[in-house]
């Protein structure tokens, strides 16, 4: 039996977009349907409402910590107007989370935007810093009492959907080869993952640092952000290309840590890398359901690698893997947690654990689907919806009603590898079933949902930017 240091956090991670449903104003909401292949996020998991009961079902759990987004297009849906009610129901998560003795850890840009800022001429646009760092500077003001900040999410992956996004435009030449032919060709190119190029993520560097004193000098928060961990291995003789690859992915952020007072380090697999470059994951009956390997081992890596070159404290602000099989996820959670032990055991300063489920981050209408259903509403009125205890079945927090068609039976989820009178320790996982929850829409609450909305409109106001 392992034992993790003392104090150490114990959480789930979710993002905005993906759980909280209706987020009408992002520029995620105004691309899923034109984008192949991806789902309406709709009502997602509803966590927008319902993010009380999220939170209580990872303290009865056991856990001690929850990883959570401020929503960007919420806070700020034109530009320069700034919702107070929206600062007020973040506020009321962030209180919520103190009252059930979780620890907040906030994310303020989990890839989506307010719809306007790529109008605007998005990160790549002459004036994309001042815009980001008005709204990081009002979100200060909800922040008191949070210990965690992370400023972006995985800017590696925001630099390489930039550069996807400049492919499909036809924008870079180098791009085009003589046998390209069409926007069809152009897309399939584009969708092989490009490793991003420092000038894309130089934008996404710059503005964590323009806002990461910011935050410190108004709340005292410990400010950091999320590298994702690409777990970079080399085959023989590709040192050098390896170390090349890994610099664009990695290190070119990890870089731009220092000076930071913790690094978010997110793994879900590994691959490795020969002369050409990053070699796909072949394919095998053991891959996730969006095709990466199963690489519990990957966390262990990706801890060393972000390690190694900073010195930082590091959270686990992401982990898991892509899986309906709630047995599959048992062992794929107690793998990595024996490798990120042996990174403890080794010397790094690892402060928490914070999973969240599989590696499809780039889909987020797509990943709502695997997180949580629209709610379906039975003749009385009420919801009648599967709710488990288990954050590690990241975001099963809201699942298809047991009754609907596409589904039968409750939901299946793991208990997590430590209990409430053990923390710390890895415990031996046992399956567990889902609770049912019913959230009645009665004529009394549907007023109060009308009346909520009345007067988020009415406390808008414009502020001008400064």
Same mark, same amino acid.
């Given at each position: ?5 003392e104090?150490?956090l114990?959480g789930a991670?979710?993002s905005?977009?993906q ?7 992002s ?10 292949? *991806? ?11 319902r ?13 001690n ?19 107070h009610? &929206?600062?007020?129901? !973040? ?26 800022? /790529? ?14 760092v ?14 965690w ?11 390489? *959907? ?5 492919a499909?435009?036809?924008q ?12 069809? &060709? ?33 709340t %005292? ?32 952020y ?25 070699? /796909?994951h072949? /394919? ?14 990957a966390? %262990? ?30 062992? !794929? ?7 990120? $032990? ?6 790094a300063?690892?402060?928490g ?9 780039g889909? $987020? ?25 288990c ?6 927090? %809201? ?12 939901s299946?989820?793991c208990a997590?590898?430590?209990d ?7 415990m031996?996982?046992?399956p ?8 009645c829409?009665? &004529? /009394? ?16 106001? $414009?502020?001008?930017?400064?």
């Amino acid at each position: 039996m392992s034992t993790f240091p003392e104090g150490f956090l114990w959480g789930a991670s979710t993002s905005p977009h993906q759980t909280e449903g209706n987020n009408l104003n992002s520029d995620w909401w105004a691309r899923e349907t034109l984008m192949p292949g *991806m789902q309406p996020s709709s009502d997602a998991c509803d966590s927008y409402h319902r993010y009380g009961e999220d939170m209580r079902l990872l303290a009865d759990s056991g856990l001690n910590a929850y990883r959570f987004g401020i929503e960007w297009a919420r806070i700020e849906p034109r530009p320069g107007q700034i919702s107070h009610a &929206e600062l007020a129901h !973040y506020r009321g998560m962030i209180e919520t989370a103190f009252s059930l003795g979780l620890a907040p850890v906030v994310t303020l840009h989990h890839f989506s935007n307010p719809r306007w800022f /790529p109008e605007e001429g998005g990160w790549t646009g002459t004036s994309a810093l001042d815009p980001f760092v008005s709204y990081v500077t009002t979100t200060t003001t909800i922040l008191d009492g949070v210990e965690w900040v992370v400023t972006m999410n995985e800017p590696n992956m925001m630099a390489m *959907m930039v550069l996807q996004d400049a492919a499909r435009s036809g924008q870079l030449a180098q791009w085009q080869s003589p046998t390209v032919d069409g926007l069809a &060709e152009r897309d399939r190119i584009a969708a092989a993952l490009p490793v991003p190029s420092p000038e894309y993520g130089s934008h996404f560097i710059n503005a964590h640092h323009a806002v990461r004193d910011i935050i410190r000098d108004r709340t %005292g928060a410990k400010v950091g952000w999320s590298v994702a961990g690409q777990a970079l291995t080399a085959t023989p003789g590709s040192e050098a290309k390896t170390r090349e690859v890994r610099y664009a992915w990695e290190y070119l952020y990890l870089e731009a840590s220092r000076g930071d007072d913790f690094v978010g380090v997110q793994s879900y697999s590994s691959q490795s890398v020969d002369a050409d470059g990053v070699i /796909p994951h072949p /394919p095998h009956p053991d891959n996730s359901r969006v095709g990466t390997a199963y690489r519990p081992d990957a966390l %262990g890596v990706a801890v060393r690698h972000a390690w190694e070159p900073t010195g930082l404290p590091i959270l686990v602000t992401e982990n898991g893997i892509a899986t309906g099989d709630g047995d599959r996820r048992i062992a !794929y959670t107690g793998e990595a947690l024996q490798h990120l $032990h042996a990174t403890i055991d080794d010397g790094a300063d690892v402060r928490g654990y914070l999973p969240g489920e599989d590696g499809g981050h780039g889909a $987020h209408g797509s990943r709502a689907r695997r997180m949580g259903q629209p709610l379906p509403r039975g003749q009385s009125g009420c919801v009648q919806v599967s709710r488990t205890r288990c954050p590690l079945a990241a975001g099963h927090a %809201g699942t298809r009603c047991p009754k609907s068609p596409r589904t039968s039976g409750s939901s299946r989820c793991c208990a997590p590898p430590w209990d409430s009178t053990n923390r710390g320790k890895i415990m031996s996982p046992t399956p567990t079933r889902s609770r049912g929850h019913r959230l009645c829409l009665t &004529e /009394p609450n549907r007023r109060h949902l009308a009346s909520e909305a009345s007067s988020k409109r009415s406390t808008m106001h $414009h502020r001008p930017r400064t």
